[in-house]
Nanobody
Framework: QVQLVESGGGLVQAGGSLRLSCAAS????????MGWFRQVPGKEREFVAA????????YYADSVKGRFTISRDNAKNTVYLQMNSLKPEDTAVYYC????????????????WGQGTQVTVSS
C-alpha cells in the first residue's frame, strides 16, 4: 500500500508556472506507475500526465503537452509536475495517483490517490 500527499498548489497569473510535488510513503514507490489527474466541479477527473516506474517513459494529455513536465525521483519517493505557461482553463484540483499497471491513463485503473491540491490560474 502507498499513501500520497500533494503539495505546491496555489494561485498564479496566466502565463506563470507552478511545480506540484507528490510524496509517497512506503518502500515500493518504484513499482508504481505514477500519474497526475485534475478535476473541476461538475466534471469527471481528467488525465494530465503519467510516468513509468523507472521514469523512462512519460505520457501527456494533448491539452498540456509542451507546457507540463512530469518527473520522478525514486530515491526520494516523489513525483513532480512542472506546469509552465499556465492558462485559466488549467484551474482545477490536481491529484497524484499510483497504479500497479504498466501504463494507463484511466482514473479507475489507479489504485491509490492523494487528497488533491488546488491550482487556480487567474486571467
Amino acid at each position: 500500500q502507498v499513501q500520497l500527499v500533494e503539495s505546491g498548489g496555489g494561485l498564479v497569473q496566466a502565463g506563470g508556472s507552478l511545480r506540484l510535488s507528490c510524496a509517497a510513503s512506503g518502500r515500493t514507490f518504484s513499482t508504481y506507475l505514477m500519474g497526475w489527474f485534475r478535476q473541476v466541479p461538475g466534471k469527471e477527473r481528467e488525465f494530465v500526465a503519467a510516468i513509468s516506474r523507472r521514469g523512462g517513459d512519460t505520457y501527456y494529455a494533448d491539452s498540456v503537452k509542451g507546457r507540463f513536465t512530469i518527473s520522478r525521483d525514486n530515491a526520494k519517493n516523489t513525483v513532480y509536475l512542472q506546469m509552465n505557461s499556465l492558462k485559466p482553463e488549467d484551474t482545477a484540483v490536481y491529484y497524484c495517483a499510483a497504479s500497479l499497471l504498466v501504463l494507463t491513463t484511466t482514473a479507475a485503473e489507479y489504485h491509490y490517490w492523494g487528497q488533491g491540491t488546488q491550482v487556480t490560474v487567474s486571467s
